[in-house]
């Protein structure tokens, strides 16, 4: 069995996704997510253009074999763009192997340990007040970890909620530019604690409690939160502060019991390795597409495991079904995983493109039995819904400083 082509495909059914699809000479097909928010099409011609004649005639089950040499022999390693396109060949390359084994993915991996996938959802609302309702109709669905996100005020849009807009499209006006948002971290600290006090009022302690800072504090800042934030005994503090100097998490860690969580930035095992050696961290939130696919995303989960360190993958909703069904079998079969994030089943356009078997009940996903990833792809339904240039917004302090968004 030779690999016969590799099919990149770009659509926007609400948000950009790019979709590999690998074909074999026997007909057998698989799919990876190569979406980089905002870097949609330096992925595409990376796929394009240096990837797919590199792989065509190889053997699509020599997984670990292509993933190296993707890595190693491209000499500039690393990488968002590089690690992206890597992910799809690799996701797609499991998705052929399962269907020929006539096995889902999370078999292949060692099976399951555990029955289903714990959940968390978002509440994001325009006040204290609102956000809350929206967590109270999560519990009312069945969710038992719910992450917490409420506007600023003093500042006219606060990361996780849009205000009035419904996407990052409408953010950008009539020009398809990066539309720019406020921080200022004294207003947000004046909101915090009180946002938690009272959700811990209104939804009990039966409930787990989240929240993503986005990176937007320094690490001395991060302590402070992660003090301020103890009594409500969050499951985890995602992102306090940038960690590009991995030893910045340590900072929090010496002045506060508040778990953290951080990695959805990270590309390879080596940009976390050092927080999750030296126990800086308690959830590593690196996403199959953005750090190499299930290959490498099985490396990381086992390396954490040694240290205790649970896996919490990004899940926002600029990674694709394709993506959240590769984590979906990496999910069931982690013995260290801790929690998945979910955002829904995705728009009306998205259920056309995307159809998968995964179910979603009580605040857990139930993966199905399909061999593979158990995802398929409507090549004819993407067509209706073309790229659409986008990006996420930059963020600048109240002076005019370009800040962390």
């Not at 053997?59 to 993933?67: A, K, Y």
């Not at 009022?201 to 103890?230: F, Q």
Request: hydrophobic content about 40%; charged content about 25%.
């Amino acid at each position: 069995m030779k690999i016969k082509h590799i099919q990149v495909f770009v659509c926007c059914p609400g948000r950009n996704f790019v979709t590999v699809k690998i074909t074999t000479d026997s007909g057998v097909s698989g799919l990876g997510d190569a979406t980089l928010n905002g870097r949609e099409m330096a992925v595409v011609a990376y796929l394009e253009e240096h990837v797919a004649p590199c792989l065509v005639g190889r053997d699509p089950q020599s997984i670990e074999d292509i993933w190296q040499y993707l890595y190693k022999g491209a000499y500039w390693r690393r990488g968002p763009v590089t690690m992206a396109a890597i992910a799809a060949i690799d996701m797609a390359l499991w998705d052929i192997k399962g269907k020929i084994a006539g096995l889902p993915v999370y078999q292949l991996l060692g099976g399951k340990s555990r029955k289903g996938v714990n959940l968390y959802a978002h509440a994001n609302g325009e006040s204290i007040e609102d956000t809350l309702d929206k967590a109270a109709e999560l519990k009312d669905q069945g969710f038992k970890a719910i992450r917490l996100q409420s506007a600023i005020p003093g500042l006219p849009v606060t990361y996780g909620v849009l205000g009035d807009k419904k996407d990052y499209f409408e953010l950008q006006g009539n020009r398809p530019l990066p539309p720019e948002e406020v921080w200022s971290t004294q207003k947000y600290f004046a909101l915090i604690a009180d946002l938690f006090a009272q959700a811990r009022d209104k939804l009990g302690t039966d409930v787990h409690l989240l929240h993503d800072v986005h990176n937007r504090l320094t690490p001395i800042e991060a302590a402070k939160l992660g003090k301020i934030l103890e009594p409500f005994d969050l499951l985890f503090l995602e992102d306090p502060c940038m960690a590009e100097n991995q030893d910045s998490l340590s900072v929090v860690r010496t002045h506060a019991t508040t778990p953290l969580a951080i990695g959805e930035s990270y590309n390879t095992i080596h940009d976390c390795r050092e927080m999750i050696q030296n126990r800086w961290i308690d959830y590593i939130r690196t996403a199959a597409t953005h750090a190499g696919g299930i290959t490498a995303m099985r490396r990381i989960a086992d390396f954490a495991s040694l240290f205790d360190v649970k896996t919490a993958p990004h899940g926002a909703p600029d990674l694709s079904p394709v993506c959240f069904a590769a984590h979906m079998h990496l999910d069931i079969w982690a013995p260290n995983f801790g929690i998945q994030e979910y955002v829904g089943e995705g728009n009306a356009e998205s259920l056309q493109i995307f159809k998968h078997d995964i179910k979603v009940k009580d605040g857990m996903a139930f993966v199905g039995d399909a061999p593979g990833l158990g995802i398929e792809f409507d090549e004819k339904a993407a067509a209706k819904y073309p790229y659409n240039r986008s990006y996420l917004p930059v963020s600048r302090l109240e002076d005019g400083t370009v800040w962390h968004w």
